[in-house]
């Protein structure tokens, strides 16, 4: 961009190199520095790009990981991963709740028939050299702050054999080419949290049988046979990714 600070005595001007314009003058070079970056956000070719592709993430989704993930992954996603711990937290009663009601109160009775007492939500724990965070996806993909003595009613198993000189961002590639389509996109029955942190696993070579076991419920038979539960539970989530994408677009408003 033509933008320039130039020097005048004391004082500070930003200057339009092509135009000759004046924007500021007589200033500090602390506010010159955020005109500019002002200006860069407001004119040429940057402000125009990133509408489009806002405006583009509303009408036919996002194709990429959340603008909050991606901009972590750029912080500390070259951090060798020196832990990993997988955690499991019953769902919660509002959540069984609306399951029991949408599927005609037919879905404690069909647990009831599985192996499982109680349904989880997963997410990994993470610690790198430098910091610690969770990796998870409910609606979307997420990455959040980690402090396990928070998580109160949560279990952990660790995980081991962790490759020597993996990454966020190494581990996350192998698992988007293992997933594929599903790598983004949410089911309760079909790709859910289990399935993600079970593809996070295997694509990395981390962990073993025990370890997948432990991940995995298979819950399909829960939706079998009703097509209103299983419609209902996509549409929440898929509500929420939409929620997501219009606060957050494709990277438009940064954290």
């Known amino acids: 961009m033509p933008f ?26 602390k506010k010159a520095e955020a005109q500019v970056r002002l200006l860069h956000q407001i ?8 509408r489009i592709e806002y405006i583009n993430t509303l009408i036919y989704g996002r194709d990429d990981l959340p603008p909050a993930v991606r901009n972590q992954l750029r912080k500390y996603g ?8 997988v955690g499991r937290k019953p769902l919660g009663t509002p959540i069984m ?22 349904l989880f939500h997963l997410f990994l724990g993470i610690t790198t ?19 396990s003595i928070k998580r109160k009613g949560t279990e952990f198993i660790n995980i081991r054999n962790i490759p020597d ?15 594929g389509g599903k790598f983004l996109t949410y089911s309760s029955s079909l790709n859910n ?7 996070f696993l295997e694509s990395n070579g981390i962990g073993n049988s025990d370890d997948i076991a432990w991940i995995k419920q298979d819950v399909s038979s829960l939706f079998e046979g009703n097509d209103t539960l299983r419609k209902i539970s996509n549409s929440i989530t898929d509500l929420g990714a939409k929620v997501n994408e219009i606060v957050y677009g494709s990277g438009v408003i940064q954290h």
Do not use: W
């Open 4 to 29: 320039e600070i130039v020097k005048r005595g004391s004082k500070f001007s930003v200057i339009n190199s092509k135009t000759g314009y004046t924007h500021a003058k007589g200033t500090t070079k």
């Open 43 to 50: 004119t040429g070719e940057g402000f125009f790009k990133n």
């Open 78 to 85: 070259n951090e060798p991963i020196v832990s990993i711990v």
């Open 97 to 118: 709740t609306a399951l029991e009601l949408a599927s005609g109160f037919t879905f404690q009775e069909k647990l009831n028939q599985t192996p499982y007492e109680k």
């Open 129 to 147: 050299t430098k910091h610690k965070f969770t990796y998870e996806k409910e609606e979307v993909v997420a990455m959040n702050a980690f402090n």
């Open 165 to 179: 000189g993996l990454t966020m961002n190494i581990a996350v590639e192998k698992q988007r080419e293992l997933m």
């Open 193 to 199: 949290c289990q399935d993600f942190l079970k593809a």
